[in-house]
Every structure is written in C-alpha cells, then in structure tokens.
Nanobody, 129 residues
C-alpha cells in the first residue's frame, strides 16, 4: 500500500513560480512511475509531467513544456513539480500519482491517468493575472 500527500499549493501571481511536493510513503518500488496531473473546474484531468525511474525519463505535456520541471528527492520518495512563469490557465487542483513496477511506457501512457494505481488527495493552485 502506498500513500501520497501533496503540498505546496496556494495562490500565485502570473509570472511567478511555485514548487509542489508529493511525499510518498509505504512500499515504494525502485522501478516506478510518478506523475503530476491537474484538473480545473469543468475540465478533464490533464497529465502535466511524469517520470519513470526505470527508463530514467521525464515526460511533459506540451501545454507546460519549458515552464515545468519534475524531479525526485534523493530517496525517490518525494516528487516535486517546479512551475515557472505561472499563468492563469495553470489554475487547477494538482494531483500526484504513483504506479509500482512501472513497465516501459510511451509518453502518452506516462501522462495518462489509467496507468497509475495510487493517487493523492490533491493541492489547489490558483494563479491570478
């Protein structure tokens, strides 16, 4: 069993930066996928960024590429999302997700919700213009 707890959300100004954190606890596999997703009111959930420790790859949605960086802490149990140059359209609830023993995946699969077995409760990000 794995538990995920997000933090770091809040309010920000357009052009600013935020760092979201996801603390994972429980039985964390060395080979896993972790990702950040977001959902704005009235919109579908969107994959933002993901990482695959086995393939040593990061994946980014085109909508955030160049503004967002996903990273993991040294113990691989903490996932970060650095968002730079915040835009009002970044306003959403951000969720962390984890998939154990992650097989090789395509970018679409890595940024697709169905891959992931475990989800956090989310943290709200609100960006004002």
């Amino acid at each position: 069993q794995v538990s995920l707890v997000e933090s770091g959300g809040g309010s920000g100004q357009a052009g600013g930066s935020l760092i979201l954190s996801c603390a994972a606890s429980g039985d964390i596999d060395a080979i896993h996928c972790m990702g950040w997703f977001r959902q704005a009111p009235g919109k579908a959930r969107e994959g933002v960024a993901a990482s695959h420790t086995g393939m040593n790859r990061e994946y980014y949605a085109d909508s955030v590429k160049g503004r967002v960086t996903i990273s993991q802490g040294n113990n691989k149990n903490t996932l970060y999302l650095h968002i730079n140059n915040l835009k009002p359209e970044d306003t959403a609830k951000y969720y962390c997700a984890y998939e154990p023993r992650c097989p090789p995946v395509t970018p679409a699969q890595a940024l697709g919700g169905p891959l992931y077995k475990y989800w956090g409760q989310g943290t709200q990000v609100t960006v004002s213009s």
